[in-house]
């Protein structure tokens, strides 16, 4: 199976409405073998973590775990899936396997992901994509990652375009009075809203502990929880 054989599985994401997350993604959120948004955020800071510590332990499970996602292969593109992108560009040490998948989604944020009217970056995860809406967290999951490929590859282009999108996500997403970037979402004319502070959205969200059970299974299978 070739590597772009492997890029068209799927993990099996439910979803509830136009858009929206439900709470059943607990699962790809939660367990570290995943490619997703959150294992994206987690592996940067462990990165960052190893730079400011020298820990060369904690440095050689992250590359292991990226040679085993890359293994297994990676989910449809979205721009959540390119959030684990960002440590590789610091960690790729001139794989050629490393440096193409780089190029690739870049060149698909770039070219392909679905953009608003103004050429902003519609956020979209695995199997939603969240039409005409540009949310802050796509700053995090995709635009750095694109401002670091720009540099490996040379592209002044992209290095341009994580410019112009920040300038754009903070035309939308800046609530005025506190200058606080939030979450957009869609007017009846289907153009993105100036918005005002959400708290929490149920039932896409929850608060408190999970139960002792949940618990349990993620640190038995989980290779952190070992």
């Known amino acids: ?54 820990d060369k332990a904690r440095l050689s499970f992250l590359k292991d775990w990226y040679s085993a996602r890359i293994s297994e292969g990676l989910p449809e593109k979205s721009v959540n899936c390119c959030a684990p992108l960002l440590t590789l560009t610091f960690i790729h040490e001139g794989k050629q396997e490393y440096l193409d998948i780089i190029k690739e989604f870049a060149e698909w944020l770039m070219n392909d992901l679905v953009r608003t009217e103004e050429g902003g970056f519609t956020h979209s995860g695995t199997g939603v994509v969240c039409s005409g809406e540009p949310w802050d967290d796509t700053l995090f999951m995709a635009v750095l990652f694109l401002a670091r490929a720009g540099i490996i590859f040379d592209r002044r282009d992209w290095i341009d375009e994580t410019k112009r999108q920040f300038l754009l996500h903070i035309k939308y997403l800046t609530e005025l009075k506190t200058g606080e970037a939030l979450l957009s979402f869609l007017q009846e004319d289907g153009s993105p809203s100036i918005v005002q502070r959400a708290t929490i959205l149920p039932p896409q969200s929850s608060i408190g502990t999970i139960s002792k059970s949940l618990r349990k299974t993620f640190m038995d299978t989980d290779e952190i929880g070992k």
């Not at 994401?13 to 948004?37: D, M, P």
């Open 1 to 54: 199976m070739t590597r772009k054989e492997k890029n068209k599985k799927q993990y099996n994401v439910a979803c509830v409405g136009k858009g929206r997350w439900h709470t059943s993604c607990l699962e790809w959120l939660l367990f570290i073998n995943k490619w997703e948004w959150a294992q994206g955020v987690g592996m940067y800071g462990l990165y960052r973590f190893c730079e400011a510590s020298g």
